[in-house]
Protein backbone atom coordinates (compact mmCIF):
# COMPACT_ATOMS: atom_id res chain seq x y z
CA UNK A 1 0.00 0.00 0.00
CA UNK A 2 3.08 2.08 -0.55
CA UNK A 3 1.39 6.06 -1.37
CA UNK A 4 4.58 6.87 -3.63
CA UNK A 5 5.34 5.73 -7.07
CA UNK A 6 8.88 5.64 -8.31
CA UNK A 7 10.52 4.10 -11.88
CA UNK A 8 11.57 0.84 -11.05
CA UNK A 9 15.07 1.20 -12.34
CA UNK A 10 17.84 3.96 -13.32
CA UNK A 11 21.14 4.36 -14.88
CA UNK A 12 23.43 6.97 -14.61
CA UNK A 13 26.50 7.39 -16.11
CA UNK A 14 29.78 8.27 -13.43
CA UNK A 15 30.05 11.80 -12.55
CA UNK A 16 26.78 13.06 -14.52
CA UNK A 17 23.95 13.93 -12.14
CA UNK A 18 21.44 11.31 -10.93
CA UNK A 19 18.16 12.55 -10.62
CA UNK A 20 15.37 10.13 -9.29
CA UNK A 21 11.53 11.03 -9.89
CA UNK A 22 8.88 9.99 -7.24
CA UNK A 23 5.29 10.77 -7.64
CA UNK A 24 3.33 10.78 -4.32
CA UNK A 25 0.19 12.50 -5.62
CA UNK A 26 -2.31 11.90 -2.35
CA UNK A 27 0.33 13.88 -0.08
CA UNK A 28 -1.13 15.89 2.90
CA UNK A 29 -0.26 18.76 4.47
CA UNK A 30 1.57 17.33 7.49
CA UNK A 31 3.59 14.02 5.64
CA UNK A 32 7.24 14.55 4.81
CA UNK A 33 8.78 13.37 1.74
CA UNK A 34 11.84 10.82 3.26
CA UNK A 35 14.72 9.43 0.58
CA UNK A 36 16.63 6.73 1.77
CA UNK A 37 19.12 4.30 -0.08
CA UNK A 38 19.77 0.84 0.50
CA UNK A 39 22.82 -0.82 -0.77
CA UNK A 40 23.18 -4.66 -1.67
CA UNK A 41 22.19 -6.55 1.75
CA UNK A 42 22.98 -3.44 3.83
CA UNK A 43 20.47 -1.28 6.10
CA UNK A 44 18.83 1.43 4.23
CA UNK A 45 20.46 4.91 4.94
CA UNK A 46 18.99 8.28 5.34
CA UNK A 47 19.91 10.69 2.39
CA UNK A 48 17.43 13.83 2.88
CA UNK A 49 13.75 14.78 3.60
CA UNK A 50 11.74 17.80 3.31
CA UNK A 51 7.94 19.62 3.77
CA UNK A 52 7.76 21.86 1.27
CA UNK A 53 10.70 23.83 0.37
CA UNK A 54 13.94 22.48 -1.41
CA UNK A 55 16.67 21.07 0.60
CA UNK A 56 20.56 20.39 0.41
CA UNK A 57 22.62 18.41 2.47
CA UNK A 58 25.95 17.06 1.11
CA UNK A 59 24.78 14.25 -0.58
CA UNK A 60 22.04 14.93 -2.07
CA UNK A 61 19.58 17.50 -3.39
CA UNK A 62 15.79 17.16 -2.60
CA UNK A 63 13.12 19.46 -4.92
CA UNK A 64 9.57 19.14 -4.30
CA UNK A 65 6.90 20.91 -6.58
CA UNK A 66 4.78 23.76 -5.32
CA UNK A 67 1.83 21.07 -5.12
CA UNK A 68 4.11 18.77 -3.41
CA UNK A 69 2.52 15.78 -5.44
CA UNK A 70 6.03 14.82 -6.75
CA UNK A 71 9.75 15.03 -5.86
CA UNK A 72 13.58 14.49 -7.76
CA UNK A 73 15.95 13.18 -5.62
CA UNK A 74 19.46 14.82 -7.43
CA UNK A 75 23.00 13.45 -6.50
CA UNK A 76 25.19 15.91 -8.40
CA UNK A 77 28.00 14.22 -9.36
CA UNK A 78 26.90 10.13 -8.83
CA UNK A 79 29.64 7.88 -8.56
CA UNK A 80 29.92 3.76 -8.79
CA UNK A 81 29.34 3.82 -4.93
CA UNK A 82 26.25 5.63 -5.43
CA UNK A 83 24.27 2.35 -6.37
CA UNK A 84 21.49 1.40 -4.79
CA UNK A 85 18.07 0.67 -4.31
CA UNK A 86 16.63 4.51 -3.78
CA UNK A 87 13.13 4.73 -1.82
CA UNK A 88 10.91 7.60 -2.08
CA UNK A 89 8.89 7.88 1.26
CA UNK A 90 6.22 9.65 3.01
CA UNK A 91 6.29 10.21 6.62
CA UNK A 92 3.48 11.21 8.93
CA UNK A 93 2.95 11.07 13.09
CA UNK A 94 3.17 7.58 14.26
CA UNK A 95 0.14 8.39 16.50
CA UNK A 96 -2.06 9.05 13.59
CA UNK A 97 -2.05 5.38 12.83
CA UNK A 98 -1.20 5.70 9.75
CA UNK A 99 2.06 3.64 8.16
CA UNK A 100 5.55 4.28 7.44
CA UNK A 101 5.34 3.63 3.45
CA UNK A 102 8.68 2.07 1.67
CA UNK A 103 7.55 1.61 -1.70
CA UNK A 104 9.36 -0.55 -4.45
CA UNK A 105 12.41 2.19 -4.68
CA UNK A 106 14.19 2.66 -8.25
CA UNK A 107 17.39 0.40 -8.59
CA UNK A 108 20.13 3.51 -9.81
CA UNK A 109 22.95 1.70 -11.38
CA UNK A 110 26.14 4.19 -12.07
CA UNK A 111 27.70 3.20 -15.11
CA UNK A 112 31.50 3.63 -15.05
CA UNK B 1 31.28 2.78 17.73
CA UNK B 2 27.67 1.35 16.11
CA UNK B 3 25.01 3.18 16.49
CA UNK B 4 22.33 0.78 16.07
CA UNK B 5 23.73 -2.89 15.93
CA UNK B 6 21.38 -6.17 16.02
CA UNK B 7 22.40 -9.55 17.02
CA UNK B 8 22.49 -12.41 15.45
CA UNK B 9 23.46 -11.00 12.18
CA UNK B 10 21.96 -14.36 10.74
CA UNK B 11 19.42 -16.77 12.31
CA UNK B 12 18.49 -20.23 10.69
CA UNK B 13 16.11 -22.11 12.67
CA UNK B 14 13.54 -25.05 12.49
CA UNK B 15 9.85 -24.01 12.32
CA UNK B 16 7.51 -23.83 15.46
CA UNK B 17 11.33 -22.97 17.40
CA UNK B 18 10.80 -19.63 19.40
CA UNK B 19 13.70 -16.69 18.63
CA UNK B 20 14.70 -13.70 19.55
CA UNK B 21 16.56 -10.73 17.65
CA UNK B 22 18.18 -7.85 19.84
CA UNK B 23 18.78 -4.37 18.76
CA UNK B 24 20.77 -1.36 20.85
CA UNK B 25 21.22 2.02 19.75
CA UNK B 26 23.81 4.01 21.59
CA UNK B 27 22.51 7.03 19.81
CA UNK B 28 20.39 8.64 22.61
CA UNK B 29 16.95 8.13 20.32
CA UNK B 30 13.61 7.98 21.82
CA UNK B 31 12.23 6.00 19.43
CA UNK B 32 13.13 2.46 17.76
CA UNK B 33 11.39 0.26 15.04
CA UNK B 34 11.45 -3.21 13.58
CA UNK B 35 11.20 -3.52 9.82
CA UNK B 36 10.69 -6.67 7.45
CA UNK B 37 12.19 -7.31 4.20
CA UNK B 38 10.73 -10.35 2.66
CA UNK B 39 11.85 -12.35 -0.52
CA UNK B 40 10.89 -9.43 -3.18
CA UNK B 41 12.94 -6.84 -0.79
CA UNK B 42 9.51 -4.81 0.08
CA UNK B 43 10.60 -2.96 3.34
CA UNK B 44 7.75 -3.18 5.71
CA UNK B 45 7.43 -1.45 9.12
CA UNK B 46 6.20 -3.96 11.94
CA UNK B 47 6.17 -1.99 15.51
CA UNK B 48 7.74 1.56 16.31
CA UNK B 49 8.76 2.22 20.13
CA UNK B 50 8.77 6.12 21.88
CA UNK B 51 9.81 6.31 25.20
CA UNK B 52 9.35 2.59 25.63
CA UNK B 53 5.62 3.21 25.08
CA UNK B 54 4.20 0.93 21.72
CA UNK B 55 2.52 3.35 18.97
CA UNK B 56 2.38 1.65 16.01
CA UNK B 57 1.28 -1.77 15.53
CA UNK B 58 1.23 -2.78 12.16
CA UNK B 59 -0.82 -6.36 11.40
CA UNK B 60 1.50 -8.93 12.17
CA UNK B 61 0.75 -11.86 13.60
CA UNK B 62 0.55 -11.63 17.85
CA UNK B 63 3.63 -14.55 17.35
CA UNK B 64 5.55 -11.42 17.05
CA UNK B 65 6.65 -9.85 20.11
CA UNK B 66 8.61 -6.20 20.72
CA UNK B 67 10.16 -5.66 24.28
CA UNK B 68 11.97 -2.77 25.30
CA UNK B 69 13.62 -3.42 28.97
CA UNK B 70 14.88 0.33 28.07
CA UNK B 71 15.20 3.35 25.86
CA UNK B 72 18.02 2.07 24.25
CA UNK B 73 17.09 -1.36 23.36
CA UNK B 74 13.87 -3.10 21.39
CA UNK B 75 14.03 -6.41 21.31
CA UNK B 76 11.60 -8.87 18.83
CA UNK B 77 10.70 -12.02 20.12
CA UNK B 78 8.78 -14.54 17.38
CA UNK B 79 7.24 -17.63 18.74
CA UNK B 80 6.20 -20.96 16.80
CA UNK B 81 8.32 -20.14 13.84
CA UNK B 82 7.17 -20.09 10.50
CA UNK B 83 8.48 -21.42 6.93
CA UNK B 84 7.03 -17.08 5.79
CA UNK B 85 8.95 -15.49 8.72
CA UNK B 86 11.93 -16.10 6.69
CA UNK B 87 13.03 -12.62 5.65
CA UNK B 88 15.69 -9.58 6.97
CA UNK B 89 14.45 -8.23 10.03
CA UNK B 90 16.17 -4.25 10.41
CA UNK B 91 15.79 -2.21 13.37
CA UNK B 92 16.19 1.55 13.46
CA UNK B 93 15.87 4.17 15.72
CA UNK B 94 15.37 8.09 15.27
CA UNK B 95 15.27 11.25 17.67
CA UNK B 96 12.07 12.00 16.88
CA UNK B 97 8.89 10.57 14.72
CA UNK B 98 10.10 13.30 11.78
CA UNK B 99 13.74 13.12 12.11
CA UNK B 100 15.89 10.40 10.18
CA UNK B 101 15.80 7.05 11.17
CA UNK B 102 19.41 5.08 11.71
CA UNK B 103 18.92 1.64 10.40
CA UNK B 104 21.16 -1.70 11.87
CA UNK B 105 23.07 -4.22 9.29
CA UNK B 106 19.69 -6.79 9.65
CA UNK B 107 19.15 -9.86 10.43
CA UNK B 108 18.58 -12.64 8.08
CA UNK B 109 16.42 -15.31 9.49
CA UNK B 110 16.27 -18.45 7.89
CA UNK B 111 13.32 -21.26 9.04
CA UNK B 112 13.79 -24.67 7.29
Known amino acids: DAKTTQPPSMDCAEGRAANLPCNHSTISGNEYVYWYRQIHSQGPQYIIH???NNETNEMASLIITEDRKSSTLILPHATLRDTAVYYCIVRVRPNTGNQFYFGTGTSLTVIP | DTAVSQTPKYLVTQMGNDKSIKCEQNLGHDTMYWYKQDSKKFLKIMFSYNNKELIINETVPNRFSPKSPDKAHLNLHINSLELGDSAVYFC???????????FGQGTRLTVV
Open chain 2, 92 to 102: ASSQKWNTEAF
Open chain 1, 50 to 52: GLK
